[in-house]
């Protein structure tokens, strides 16, 4: 219940599509990815973590302590950035973190300072002069500034070329052995898999799992064959068939086909999402 972010029986209902009831803990010193298709219901529920919209139910704790009545204290430990997050487009950077700054008390201008030049940031430009990557390597830039315990970022690599991406990883990482606490979503499975320790995943607003991303990959297994071969699997082991270089992949539970004797590889997290997913859509259709 002390640890950096509990949620429990978190929930918001909109029309056509319902969140939750969602609950998950995050452990300290660790980075978790958060994964799942678009309309998951991934950013909602960062929002309604922070206190961007109101759930309909549920509880967040930060270290033990709600966020309503509390807010100053935990804004102070808790860095979030999204890539949807805007400021003044024609107002300096400069500008805008001479406003932000009084902000936070332990802020750290060294720190700041080796942000700017990692991601050479101009401080005399606007927002509106930064391509879409630019501006959330700011954003990221005062996130990293303030001594936050807990970082919370949506699609946090978004837009940004692989030089930036491996920069924002690597900093991410550093961050996480000095202890820091990271959550973040992202479509870019293949960042999760150089740096998450844990897997959050979410279909259709339903939380399928929450375990290590060893122990997520680990559970399952990818046969490649004709589509004969395929459809000769017994279709209750099959979660999910996608058409491959081979002709047809299918994903299975690892203990079915072990039983089975397939001549399978190991599962990618994308190769995994991509399947559960397409057995959703079938099995909704």
């Given at each position: 219940m002390?640890?950096?972010?509990?949620?429990?029986?978190?929930?918001?209902?909109?029309?056509?599509?319902?969140?939750?009831?969602?609950?998950?803990?995050?452990?300290?010193?660790?980075?978790?990815?958060?994964?799942?298709?678009?309309?998951?219901?991934?950013?909602?529920?960062?929002?309604?973590?922070?206190?961007?919209?109101r759930?309909?139910?549920?509880?967040v704790?930060?270290?033990?302590?709600?966020?309503?009545?509390?807010?100053a204290?935990?804004?102070?430990?808790?860095g979030?950035?999204?890539?949807?997050?805007?400021?003044?487009?024609?107002?300096?950077?400069?500008?805008?973190?001479?406003?932000?700054?009084?902000?936070?008390?332990?802020?750290?201008?060294?720190?700041?300072?080796?942000?700017?030049?990692?991601?050479?940031?101009?401080?005399?430009?606007?927002?509106e002069?930064?391509?879409?990557g630019?501006?959330?390597k700011?954003?990221?830039?005062?996130?990293l500034?303030?001594?936050?315990?807990?970082?919370?970022?949506?699609?946090?690599?978004?837009g940004?070329?692989?030089?930036?991406?491996?920069?924002?990883?690597?900093?991410?990482?550093?961050?996480?052995?000095?202890?820091?606490?990271?959550?973040?979503?992202?479509?870019?499975?293949?960042?999760?898999?150089?740096?998450?320790?844990?897997?959050?995943?979410?279909s259709?607003?339903?939380?399928?799992?929450?375990?290590?991303?060893d122990?997520f990959t680990?559970?399952?297994?990818?046969?490649h064959?004709?589509?004969?071969?395929?459809?000769?699997?017994?279709?209750?082991l099959?979660?999910?068939r996608?058409?491959?270089?081979?002709?047809?992949?299918?994903?299975?539970?690892?203990?079915?086909?072990?039983?089975?004797?397939?001549?399978?590889?190991?599962?990618?997290?994308?190769?995994?999402?991509?399947?559960?997913?397409?057995?959703?859509?079938?099995?909704?259709?």
């Open positions: 002390n640890g950096p972010l509990t949620v429990e029986g978190l929930g918001k209902v909109y029309p056509g599509f319902s969140l939750g009831p969602l609950g998950f803990a995050l452990e300290p010193g660790k980075i978790t990815g958060f994964i799942g298709r678009n309309g998951a219901g991934k950013t909602t529920t960062l929002h309604a973590v922070v206190g961007f919209l759930p309909d139910s549920g509880t704790r930060f270290w033990g302590q709600a966020l309503e009545g509390h807010e204290l935990l804004r102070q430990r808790v979030f950035v999204s890539a949807g997050m805007r400021f003044y487009q024609r107002q300096s950077l400069k500008r805008i973190t001479d406003t932000l700054r009084p902000f936070y008390t332990r802020w750290d201008e060294g720190a700041y300072r080796r942000c700017l030049r990692r991601f050479a940031l101009d401080e005399g430009k606007t927002p002069k930064l391509s879409n630019m501006q959330l700011y954003l990221l830039s005062l996130a500034s303030h001594g936050a315990e807990l970082l919370l970022l949506d699609e946090p690599t978004s940004l070329d692989p030089v930036s991406r491996a920069e924002v990883l690597e900093t991410l990482l550093t961050l996480r052995d000095a202890g820091c606490t990271v959550l973040f979503s992202t479509h870019i499975t293949s960042d999760l898999e150089k740096t998450a320790d844990r897997i959050l995943y979410l259709r607003g339903e939380l399928k799992a929450d375990c290590t991303l122990d680990d559970a399952w297994r990818l046969y064959g004709t589509a004969d071969a395929v459809a000769a699997l017994p279709p209750e099959v979660h999910g996608r058409r491959s270089r081979e002709g047809l992949s299918a994903l299975l539970r690892r203990a079915d086909a072990d039983a089975l004797g397939l001549p399978c590889e190991s599962a990618g997290l994308e190769d995994v999402m991509v399947h559960l997913e397409q057995e959703a859509d079938e099995h909704e259709a």
